[in-house]
């Protein structure tokens, strides 16, 4: 099994893709929360998400939350720790797309 998409993603200022493959774009839902939609559906929705995200200097630890999946898109929130539920804008997210 191969990489299906992936993205980088500047998630501050405004919002953008710097680079992507099988991203045809993006939802920004709010603060630290974006949908990211495939070009190509996946052929169910059982495929991988995983997601790394810059440090941010008053942010000890960043966690991400894959909040939902489907044949098309994948929905990403960030928050600022685990003990938290303010959520983080990130200056740049990777994300890759495994199924």
Known sequence: YGIRAFVRFQGT?????LKSGNISGFTR????????TLNTAMPDANYVV???????Q???????????I?????????FQ???????SDKSIV?????G
């Open 29 to 36: 839902n709010g603060q630290g929360d974006y949908t990211f």
């Open 70 to 78: 489907s044949t098309d898109s994948f929905r990403v929130r960030f």
């Open 50 to 56: 995983n997601v790394s995200c810059s440090k941010e």
């Open 13 to 17: 200022g405004t919002p953008q893709i």
């Open 58 to 68: 008053d942010v000890h630890h960043t966690l991400p939350f894959i909040e939902s």
């Open 81 to 87: 720790d685990e003990n938290s539920n303010q959520p």
């Open 94 to 98: 990777c994300v890759t797309v495994v």
